[in-house]
Every structure is written in structure tokens, then in C-alpha cells.
């Protein structure tokens, strides 16, 4: 069956540091991953989205990697600051046309 | 720009009852989605709609459960009968295209007793 697991349900990191968080996946051949942020409370609210023919994407402290061999992504986010505390969830789409499966997130705290 | 616009945030009705949820999309978007939320099955894609067509409904869990979008600025999800298992947190999110990211609205709270 398909299935996506994030690597913890939670991780707790220290300020400053780089949090690394991982989305593995089987079954699936994505056409490409997107990572999103849920505060308590609130909807994901979209950070980052790499295709399947790109290796890595960064955006200001966020970093994401996608290996297809591997069947994974890695989110690290550098200099982790404690309002980088909330859930972090990645979503595959299987076939670009916007059919979004979910992990079932990781809940970072960055702890000052 | 309002974003996605969700309507109740929160809903606490008896079993039995029929429940409807609605969601104005952000202008422009073509397509919108229904998700639910769960701490068991996490978030969950129920319906996906493309210029105010059902593309697919295979996440949509029986019959109980239906959803319809009228026009491009506006979306129901209706379950009727509601059962207590139906509690969850509903979503409702919009794009641009596909293949692009997502807008999630608040959220509507859905509690049946």
C-alpha cells in the first residue's frame, strides 16, 4: 500500500541550530513534493515545492532535497528559531494534477 | 486578498443532523479541495474540484458525505446524517493551477455527539 511517513512525530532542537526533518515515501512516483507549515489551530500554510527532476530548492533559511532513489526528502531549517516551532508536513502529488497526499507531520520545538 | 474564506470555524451538532460546510475560494483559483483532519489519519484529501467540476471523489468516505461547487466562488460539503466518527477538523483550500501550491482556508471544527 502507499505511505508516507515523516521521521518523528515530534523533535525538539536547540536555537541556533539546524533542524532536519524527513519525508519518506513508498509506492509512489512523485511528480513533486511540497512541504507545508501548520501552526495550532490554523491551515498548512505552504513553504516549499520541488519536482521530481530537481535535486534541491532553497528559500531564505529553508532547504529542501528530493531523492527519487532513495524515496526521500529532506527540510532542514537553518539557524532554527523558536518561532520555527510548529508541525511540518510533506505532500506527494503522484501524478501533477494536484492530488495531494499527506504524512502525518512532524512537530518541531526549537527551545530558546 | 482574504484568502480562503471557511464558514462555520466551528460546528457542534447531534447525530442525526445534517451538517453543511462551505468555502469561498481565493478569486482566481481554479481549483479548490476538500480535506479533513484527524490526530488518527491525519490530513486527508475528501474532493478535488477543476473549474467547478468533481475531478475526484475517491477520498470522500460514503455516501453520507456529498459536496457540490455552484460557481467559482463558492463550495458546500454537505453529510447528512452526521455520525459522532465524522468529527474532525475540515479544510478547505484553493490553487491556481496544478502542480503549484496550495491555500488552506481556517478550517471548520466539526463536532458530532
Known amino acids: 500500500s502507499q505511505k508516507i511517513e515523516q521521521n518523528s512525530e515530534a523533535l525538539n532542537i536547540q536555537e541556533g541550530k539546524t533542524a532536519t526533518l524527513t519525508c519518506n515515501y513508498t509506492?509512489?512516483?512523485?511528480?513533486?513534493l511540497q512541504w507545508y507549515r501548520q501552526d495550532p489551530g490554523r491551515g498548512p500554510v505552504f513553504l516549499l515545492l520541488i519536482r521530481e527532476n530537481e535535486k534541491e530548492k532553497r528559500k531564505e533559511r529553508l532547504k529542501v532535497t528530493f531523492d527519487t532513489t532513495l524515496k526521500q526528502s529532506l527540510f532542514h531549517i537553518t539557524a532554527s528559531q523558536p518561532a520555527d516551532s510548529a508541525t511540518y508536513l510533506c505532500?506527494?502529488?503522484?501524478?501533477?494534477?494536484?492530488?495531494?497526499?499527506f504524512g502525518t507531520g512532524t512537530r518541531l520545538t526549537v527551545i530558546p | 486578498d482574504a484568502g480562503v474564506i471557511q464558514s462555520p470555524r466551528h460546528e457542534v451538532t447531534e447525530m442525526g443532523q445534517e451538517v453543511t460546510l462551505r468555502c469561498k475560494p481565493i478569486s482566481g483559483h481554479n481549483s479548490l479541495f476538500w480535506y479533513r483532519q484527524t490526530m488518527m489519519r491525519g490530513l486527508e484529501l475528501l474532493i478535488y474540484?477543476?473549474?467547478?467540476?468533481?475531478?475526484?471523489d475517491s477520498g470522500m468516505p460514503e455516501d453520507r458525505f456529498s459536496a457540490k461547487m455552484p460557481n467559482a466562488s463558492f463550495s458546500t460539503l454537505k453529510i447528512q446524517p452526521s455520525e459522532p466518527r465524522d468529527s474532525a477538523v475540515y479544510f478547505c483550500a484553493s490553487s491556481p493551477g496544478q502542480g503549484v501550491e496550495q491555500f488552506f482556508g481556517p478550517g471548520t471544527r466539526l463536532t458530532v455527539l
Open positions: 509506492n509512489y512516483s512523485p511528480a513533486y
Open positions: 505532500a506527494l502529488d503522484t501524478t501533477g494534477a494536484n492530488n495531494l497526499f
Open positions: 474540484f477543476n473549474n467547478n467540476v468533481p475531478i475526484d
